[in-house]
């Protein structure tokens, strides 16, 4: 019976949520694991080593405390069922997948998974499709950096320009996405470049390395592609998606993939979008454009995500008409029913780049004979790049949880996949910011069940990651609400990107007001918001079906944290809450300062409960974190206050 | 009687102001050169070219009609005589400068030299130092590229990590600038980077080699140095001006210079600013790291160049008490009489940092027993950065014959010299934009003449350069106003710095608003600027002798032009003008627009006037700008707009 060692942690590398701590219950159990396959192999590594390391026994009779069976039936299958039998406690799957995620159940119920009794449980995942996207270069980009809107250092696949001799770190990292259900990654940057488009073809032995190394912990890897490719590498003339040459081209290319990895899992692909190659240059559409890879994929069970965020980047400030908000549901609603099975259409949850509020993408309600994913963002471009405490988890779980027809369905129904943005680098504590990894491990879990309460999930990360069981409750508190904290030191009422254009990092008001981006917030001395209505603005409140489409279209009915979005208002005006725009202003930047420093203090008291480096690590954070927190607040509320003459109701200082 | 052969043009660059045609009148003259030495030798090249092109000669004997002479006496001297006897025009100095001076005055008189009766006339440069300042760098910089603040391309001087091997087109460079007057040049940053800081020491031979390309034309070559050069060079464990070792090091480093370059000029430091090394780590001031440097080189007859460009880089926009604007001032009038004789203190014309518009700086007159020089930009920082027609004659010229005591001596009679940063590059017509070139010529002409008026300087230039003289009239048209075009376009009444942080290029009305850069306009709903006034405000007025101090003080008094460098008021405020500032405000940058779309048209009938590709250059350039016009009129006047509530009284588009 074969078992695969556990990827031993290369040294300095941070455990993240899998200490030695965080498998003491299983490691100290009699366990029995049946069944065979390479993740049965992984199930057995991780038991030897757990048990080797805790005292007790990997067994192949006798009575266990837990058996894990893999049982026959469907080999693919990646549920489990748990049960409780006196004092046994059993885990059974069809697939190794299954087992995989059936054992780290386990691994997370620790101590409660042999005590007590209840009912069998099935556990399946909610959906199919549970995807991080790398944005990695392997070149270093010399605007972006290697990894483009990377917070924690380098790549972790790449290095010197090319994939890593030394693999051992990405096996530590497939490990902790094999345990939170992940099931596919993409390798590479959406933004292909000259080298990395070259994964597909000369490289492509490179990739067959990865796609050993996240195999056993069942996560197929995927390629962001240049539709471009069929000139650049192909040498064609052209890369018009109804020539046959170029369909041949991708069919070949992609045979050639396949027999080097059978699992592959398909291509990402950004077409017509902030400069990338894609259809439209050959007069062709988004569907014409996915179809043809589609086409290619198809007889290997590939998949091509196709991604919505298509908009007009040379935007005038000037013309008020354009509403690029509107733009991913004008562009793609027309083409519903005319994609290939295998096309997920890759949607950013927000109709416009993942800011720390929008209302969930009215495309997601407009697209029934589309396959669609949903986009979000573990990397924190807008969210403090990993420089702030920021658990996203509650923001995913809302647009999640959101029904965009009132009643019906909610995203998580219609959606058949969740993709995200990589928080990931060659940084020791894998997310720059060691309280980031809550990002990440929240992510995979929340893919797998979307009903599961952020707060709970932000326990059990807490609980795996930290032995001392008393820093639950202060870290709790540093983290549950640090998303509202970064919402009100931030930019107020849905109206994003007050940041400074470029690294979108730190505030700059008007950063955006003037440029070509379509992200304005119109500010005056009378007022501020975009005027997104059907009855005065640019109609986008019209792509929601009902309710939606009449409750953001008025003032009264509009929700307060997302006034701004939808409307221009009086700085006068009464929100929901009672207190007018402006002065909203003003205490949610009072508030998320004084939020901060309370975030500090708590903090502070965990020392000596934390290993020393996480410590002092997010301590010089929290530093960076309240004095940013300062600028916000001074910069955003003298902003509105030199613009709007209206002093603060409480008198406190404005610049 | 030995000739210097005129460097060779290399193929492709531009001839600038010294097309061939620029020397007819004389190269169509029998002309006779006496004298010796390397700058006769240079002139007598000069001579047997031109003649050699024209169809003159140059000759020993007999009659001629022109006779450059030079003649016993002071061989270091820079002036000449010019008369005219008969039908012989005659040059006569003392000195090898003298008579290449002499040798371009008669050039740029043209046929006028040769023609009519006139009186002999002594010339002699206003002032010894005329200087231009390289910010290039041996290595490209990952952020400020290879030319800081260079916008025609790489550096002459350097490429791939070291001096050319080929010097031609350094040596053509070096002919222009001895055509003008220029006799001093610095080969690197200010800003002293790894590689540069060695230029000192083992790279000295290449440094040996540039300054033999400059010595023909009379122009001594400088480097920047790094304060801390004694320890990140010499290996000392400090860098304290009182520490004898310290200066041992800089006395046997610039003895080894010294040794290799007999006429090497000095250094040029930028300490204790903007983050370079500088005498504060030692608990010392300026003076004393000054005088470190000039005690080394005073045994050579060489000179420090101090910048007095101190101010604190790192301020908090809240704090309304410090001002940038009063920085050098405070931190050098101090030290006035502490400084060696062979110490120049370069201090930027304004008080801030090359804007359109500043005041003249007030430590110009408050320094009376320190030897001073004006620093300007001929490099186009903040004016357009050579994508826009911006002559700056006219701002130089102002600022030198400003009198700060009212009467008195002028900037001009005070400053021992005029240092300026390049605008030359690798690109073919060595300034990017070719109009730029005027720039050059005219700063070399200022510098040696400061009375002359830029509109005749220009004409010069103009005649030099374009052998169409019907060119004059609609390019002098261009070009004379053009200063006042790009004040009006961008930001107004003195305010500044209404462009993008970190490039310095377009509209970003709040760009530095909340930065640490100590720029701001403070502009609020009821009005704008910066009160400096000492009796609500930061004092700086108090830095000004009478009158100005008590001219800047008054808002009755104050030039509008410089209103809101001075003062924070009213939109509604009338300026001496009769019109309000927010009106002001809207009717100067809509009449900036309409000047550079008058000058493209202008521009536009001199096709087949003007070489194709210096005309195709321009016009394409043209383009830009006036879609930067567009951008700064729509920007800053909607800015102010939204902010006021004024409307524009002749109802014109405000977006």
Chains 1, 2 share one sequence.
Not at 151 to 169: E, K, M
Not at 355 to 371: H, K, L, N
Not at 378 to 398: A, F, I, M, R
Not at 596 to 624: C, H, I, K, S
Request: with cysteine; hydrophobic share 40%; proline share 7%.
């Amino acid at each position: 019976m074969s078992a695969t060692p556990v990827a031993p942690l290369p040294d300095g590398v941070d455990p993240a949520w899998l200490p030695p701590s965080a498998l003491r219950a299983l490691g100290a159990r009699r366990v029995r694991v049946s069944g065979e396959g390479p993740l049965v192999a992984t199930v057995r590594g991780e038991v030897a080593a757990a048990t080797a390391e805790h005292g007790g026994s990997l067994v192949t009779e006798g009575p266990v405390d837990l058996a894990l069976v893999c049982a026959p039936g469907d080999p693919d299958g990646e549920a489990f069922v748990v049960r409780r039998d006196g004092t046994t406690t059993s885990v059974t799957a069809t697939g190794g997948a299954g087992l995989l995620h059936g054992l780290h159940h386990v691994v997370r119920l620790g101590e409660a998974a042999f005590s007590g009794r209840w009912e069998p449980r099935r556990h399946a995942p909610r959906r199919a499709i549970r995807m991080l996207d790398h944005w990695d270069n392997v070149d270093v980009h010399p605007v972006m950096g290697q990894v483009e809107r990377g917070y924690a250092g380098g790549s972790i696949f790449y290095a010197d320009g090319a994939v890593r001799a030394d693999l051992g770190r990405v096996a530590a990292y497939a490990r902790l996405l094999g345990s939170i259900g992940i099931n596919r990654v993409c390798l590479n940057n959406v933004n292909v470049h000259r080298t990395e488009a070259r994964l597909l073809t000369d490289l492509l032995p490179d990739v067959v390395r990865l796609a050993g190394v996240f195999r056993p912990q069942g996560v197929r890897v995927h390629l962001s592609v240049s539709f471009a490719a069929p000139m650049t590498l192909g040498g064609l003339p052209t890369t018009d998606p109804l020539d046959r040459g170029v369909q041949e081209w991708w069919a070949s290319t992609t045979a050639a993939v396949y027999a080097a990895i059978p699992d592959f899992g398909g291509y990402v692909v950004k077409a017509d979008s902030e400069g990338q190659p894609g259809p439209f240059a050959s007069g062709r559409d988004h569907a014409d454009g996915a179809n043809l890879l589609a086409r290619a994929l198809a007889p290997f069970g590939g998949t091509v995500f196709w991604r919505a965020f298509v908009y007009d980047h040379r935007q005038d400030w000037r013309d008020r008409s354009t509403d690029r908000a509107r733009a991913a549901h004008d562009h793609f609603t027309p083409l519903d029913g005319g994609f290939d099975e295998n096309v997920v259409l890759q949607v950013k949850f927000g109709p416009v780049d993942f800011q720390v509020r929008e209302p969930v993408s009215p495309v997601v309600a407009a697209m029934p004979r589309t396959r669609l994913a949903v986009e979000f963002q573990v990397t924190q471009e807008y969210t403090g790049q990993q420089k702030h405490v920021c658990y996203l988890v509650p923001q995913w779980s809302e647009v999640l949880g959101f029904r965009p027809h009132g009643d019906g369905d909610a995203v998580a129904e219609i959606a058949h996949g969740v993709v995200a943005v990589s928080n990931v680098g060659d940084d020791p504590f894998w997310t720059g910011h060691p309280l980031a990894q809550a990002n990440l491990f929240g992510f995979g879990r929340l893919a797998w069940d979307d009903r599961l309460a952020p707060e709970a999930v932000l326990d059990e990360w807490i609980g795996l990651t930290f032995a001392d069981p008393a820093v639950r409750a202060p870290l709790h508190e540093v983290m549950d609400g640090s998303w509202l904290t970064y919402e009100r030191c931030t930019a107020p009422l849905g109206v994003g990107f007050m940041v400074r254009p470029g690294h979108h990092y730190g505030p700059d008001v008007d950063g955006y007001e003037y440029t070509q981006w379509g992200t304005y917030h119109f500010a005056d001395r009378d007022g501020v918001g975009v005027d997104r209505t059907r009855a005065t603005g640019t109609g986008f409140t019209g792509q929601y079906p009902a309710p939606w489409r009449d409750l953001y279209e008025s003032v009264r009915t509009c929700p307060d944290e997302l006034l701004l979005f939808f409307h221009h208002v009086p700085y006068g005006h009464v929100l929901r809450s009672g207190t007018t725009v402006i002065q909203h202003v003003y205490d949610t930047h009072f508030a998320g300062h004084e939020e901060v420093a309370r975030t500090a203090r708590t903090w502070g008291a965990l020392r000596g409960r934390v290993p020393d480096r996480t410590f002092d690590r997010v301590t010089e954070l929290l530093a960076e974190q309240l004095r940013c927190a300062t600028e916000w607040r001074d910069q955003v509320n003298t902003y509105f206050w030199r613009k709007s003459g209206v002093p603060d109701e409480r008198g406190r200082r404005i610049w």
